[in-house]
């Protein structure tokens, strides 16, 4: 009991933007078993629309998976000295591990349309916003290329959610809606461009009156 105590402490400690990446690994990793046991998206009830946003990054998340396992394997015959070599080992196939783990967080956790409207947007464990129906003022599928990280919010209250440098829906709000960055601060938005594999689905998807 004292030790689990020592832990809550130390975690309660911690900066916020670590706790933060360390529940985000650990929501991917679990991402990773759901994915590998062929459990059912998280949090998709039924009669519930899963909208995925993979395809752009799917190439690129194998492509760099295919680089780091040659990474491991030349330096394996490289490294000369044992004990460094174990260590770039662990190194080597936690990076794997992280990879995999990503990409499973984003197969798994999916884009949702709820059945009363609203919407749910996310990025595997490191973005999760739900958009209520009545803060939908308009949406449209709405192909654009934006330049910046991940989640990127402009002066003027764009959120743009990145997926392969590209979004495909934009939803207009008709207020401010706060929502939470990957590390933990807080923001607002007055408009919403993300992408989903089938934004016209999507769009009709929340179109549709949500049923009384």
């Known amino acids: 009991m004292t ?24 929501r991917s ?5 759901r994915w590998v046991l062929r ?8 009669g519930e629309l899963a909208a995925a946003y993979t395809g752009p990054q799917t190439a690129m998340m194998y492509g760099l998976l295919f680089v780091s396992l040659i990474e491991t394997v ?6 000369p000295w044992p004990s460094v070599h174990r260590v770039v080992l662990v190194l080597d196939v936690y990076g794997v591990l992280m990879v995999l783990a990503m990409h499973a967080a984003c197969v798994t956790r999916p884009h949702v349309v709820r059945r009363d409207g609203s919407l749910r947007i996310r990025y595997g464990a ?6 209520p129906a009545e803060a939908v ?20 209250g ?4 990145i997926v392969g ?6 939803l207009e709000l008709n207020r401010p809606l706060p929502f939470t960055r990957p590390l933990g601060s807080r923001a607002q938005a007055r408009t919403i461009r993300f992408h989903a594999d089938d934004p016209r689905a999507l769009v009709a998807a929340l179109r549709q009156p949500a049923p009384s």
């Open 3 to 26: 030790g689990m105590t020592g832990i809550h402490r130390a975690w309660g400690r911690a900066p916020l933007p670590v706790r933060r990446l360390l529940a985000h690994e650990l």
């Open 29 to 33: 990793v679990a991402s990773l078993g």
């Open 39 to 46: 459990r059912p998206p998280h949090g998709v009830a039924g």
């Open 74 to 79: 030349a330096l394996s015959v490289l490294i």
């Open 126 to 131: 490191l973005f999760d916003l739900v958009v």
């Open 137 to 156: 003022a308009s949406a449209r599928v709405d192909r654009r290329y934006p330049q910046g990280r991940l989640v990127a919010l402009s002066d003027d």
């Open 158 to 161: 764009v959120l743009d959610l």
């Open 165 to 170: 440098s590209q979004t495909t829906v934009t």
